[in-house]
């Protein structure tokens, strides 16, 4: 079974870079789209970023030109980095398969921007 693991999150100050880690276990993951995912406390889980097996990304309006997602294909592993940080970015930030159609998550890796 497909298996996330997620790691590289911290509490940042405002302006400041993290970036986030995810392995993915189980699964053909150079032909998969995969997604960053935030949810924040009170809130639904949204998508923030997503690649393609061809390296094609989209991005959330509120991450343009903040976030980057990447992926490397040897690893099994796919990034976000994430710059310029801003106190709504807080959240517990997952990766999955995008669309999530699975509806399988790991832990995910909280994520805490103060001001």
């Known amino acids: 079974q497909v298996q996330y693991v997620e790691s590289g999150g911290g509490l940042v100050q405002a302006g400041g870079s993290l970036r986030l880690t995810c392995v993915v276990s189980?699964?053909?993951?150079?032909?998969?789209?995969i997604g960053w995912y935030r949810q924040a406390p009170g809130e639904q889980r949204i998508l923030v970023a997503a690649i393609s097996s061809g390296g094609n990304t989209n991005y959330a309006d509120s991450v343009k030109g903040r976030f980057s997602i990447s992926r490397d294909n040897v690893k099994n592993t796919a990034y976000l980095q994430m710059n310029s940080l801003k106190p709504e970015d807080t959240g517990v930030y997952y990766c999955s398969v995008y669309p999530p159609y699975l509806g399988i998550w790991g832990q995910g890796t909280p994520v805490t921007v103060s001001s």
């Open positions: 189980g699964s053909t993951f150079s032909n998969s789209a």
